[in-house]
């Protein structure tokens, strides 16, 4: 029987492995998924886990100690409320820097549906600093996305010496804690995290195919603002709360 941390890893290498089928399927590389039907190893309980302004703080600049390329990727995590995979993965061609959008591919989305970010100011500058080396934004060799987060989550929490233990995907849960303080309403955060079944449930989800596109916008927009003024504080960077 599969249980603890591995049961959680063999249900994370699931969630690739229908990621990887769905692609292959739609290529026409494989006639059906394998992984249609195969339940998780384990159901797990939810974390509650997120960075308070001060470990934003000290997370922001243990990014900066660690340089490009985990540097800007874990910048961009914070920033874009996204999973890891679909981050380290982007690519350039899924960027319109100018519109500020990032389309993550549904072949390349957890949920198997195209997704549409939108990226702060912030997160534009981050993106902006990145060297092109082929296809892929976050890579060193242009072929393959980076690797070895383990090693570098390690060296991160050198800098955020006294703070509970905490995951790379609880910056998720940061960004979307961070977006309910700043009275962003729940159905436009399910939108920005491309949740399947969020707040719009039932009937309503069934004919409610608004995408919030304005609001998903505004809220990242206010994310972004807010992180900047946790780590650029000054007298006139001031955050918009939603109303």
Same mark, same amino acid.
């Given at each position: 029987?599969?249980?603890?941390?591995?049961?959680?890893?063999?249900?994370?290498?699931?969630?690739?492995?229908?990621?990887?089928?769905?692609?292959?399927?739609?290529?026409?590389?494989?006639?059906?998924?394998?992984?249609?039907?195969?339940? *998780?190893?384990?159901?797990?309980?939810?974390?509650?886990?997120?960075?308070?302004?001060?470990?934003?703080?000290?997370?922001?600049?243990?990014?900066?100690?660690?340089?490009?390329?985990?540097?800007?990727?874990?910048?961009?995590?914070?920033?874009?409320?996204?999973?890891?995979?679909?981050?380290?993965?982007?690519?350039?061609?899924?960027?319109?820097?100018?519109?500020?959008?990032?389309?993550?591919?549904?072949?390349?989305? /957890?949920?198997? *549906?195209?997704?549409?970010?939108? &990226?702060?100011?912030?997160? +534009?500058?981050?993106?902006?600093?990145?060297?092109?080396?082929?296809?892929?934004?976050?890579?060193?060799?242009? /072929?393959?996305?980076?690797?070895?987060?383990? /090693?570098?989550?390690?060296?991160?929490? =050198?800098? &955020?010496?006294? %703070?509970?233990?905490?995951?790379?995907?609880? &910056?998720?849960?940061?960004?979307?804690?961070?977006?309910?303080?700043?009275?962003?309403?729940?159905?436009?955060?399910?939108?920005?995290?491309?949740?399947?079944?969020?707040? +719009?449930?039932?009937?309503?989800?069934?004919?409610?195919?608004?995408?919030?596109?304005?609001?998903?916008?505004?809220?990242?927009?206010?994310?972004?603002?807010?992180?900047? %003024? &946790?780590?650029?504080?000054?007298?006139?960077?001031?955050? =918009?709360?939603?109303?």
């Amino acid at each position: 029987m599969t249980t603890g941390g591995a049961a959680v890893q063999a249900n994370r290498t699931l969630a690739r492995l229908k990621t990887l089928f769905r692609w292959a399927v739609s290529k026409g590389l494989c006639d059906k998924d394998p992984t249609e039907g195969v339940r *998780k190893a384990i159901k797990e309980i939810p974390r509650d886990r997120y960075l308070e302004d001060d470990e934003i703080r000290a997370f922001w600049a243990g990014c900066d100690k660690l340089g490009w390329p985990f540097g800007a990727l874990l910048k961009t995590l914070l920033l874009t409320a996204q999973r890891r995979d679909e981050v380290g993965g982007m690519e350039w061609a899924e960027l319109d820097l100018d519109k500020r959008r990032w389309t993550i591919p549904s072949e390349r989305a /957890k949920n198997g *549906k195209a997704h549409v970010v939108h &990226l702060s100011e912030l997160a +534009i500058e981050v993106l902006t600093s990145a060297p092109r080396v082929g296809e892929l934004v976050f890579t060193t060799n242009g /072929k393959t996305p980076v690797s070895g987060f383990s /090693k570098v989550k390690e060296r991160l929490d =050198r800098h &955020l010496i006294g %703070s509970a233990p905490w995951i790379l995907h609880d &910056l998720r849960r940061t960004a979307t804690t961070g977006m309910a303080q700043l009275n962003i309403a729940p159905h436009v955060v399910d939108k920005i995290l491309n949740h399947t079944a969020g707040t +719009i449930r039932g009937v309503a989800a069934t004919y409610n195919r608004f995408q919030y596109l304005p609001e998903r916008q505004a809220a990242l927009e206010a994310w972004g603002r807010y992180v900047e %003024s &946790l780590i650029r504080p000054t007298p006139t960077n001031a955050v =918009r709360i939603a109303s």
